[in-house]
């Protein structure tokens, strides 16, 4: 009987030590801004979903491509806040950005890291691991 009771007190403490690990770890992700009032030129940040990437720095220009992103984040440092507008009936801001990781685009090509794109941020969309 020890041993039996021994060992499940191991497995209720291994548990327990799992679920702690793992609660610290989907935290790690939680976005960290929902304001975007506080992006500034040189603040680095994350980005989960699909992004449309201008190569030229005009809004009203034909995205060049579009991330698939479905494996992680996209890492980014801003270089300019370029303007504060609406964009298929959202408001967000308009960031010249710098990629900081290298990544994968829906034509399957894979970009390098430290490629420039212009990028529409909106109001709704949660900003991962911020730093001013």
């Known amino acids: 009987m020890k041993n039996h009771f021994s060992l499940s007190a191991f497995r209720l403490i291994l548990c327990s030590v799992s679920l702690l690990l793992l609660t610290a770890v989907l935290s790690a992700y939680e976005p960290l ?42 890492d980014l440092r801003v270089i300019e806040v370029v303007a504060r507008d609406t964009y298929k009936g959202e408001s967000g801001l308009w960031l010249w950005v710098m990629t900081t990781t290298p990544m994968w685009v829906e034509s399957g090509e894979y970009v390098k890291a430290y490629q420039k794109y212009l990028i529409f941020l909106a109001d709704s969309e949660s900003v991962f691991d911020f730093e001013e």
């Open 33 to 74: 801004l929902t304001d975007h009032s506080k992006i500034r030129a040189l603040s680095d940040f994350r980005l989960t979903g699909v992004v449309e990437l201008r190569t030229e720095k005009n809004p009203a220009a034909a995205p060049a491509t579009r991330t698939l992103n479905h494996e992680g984040f996209i």
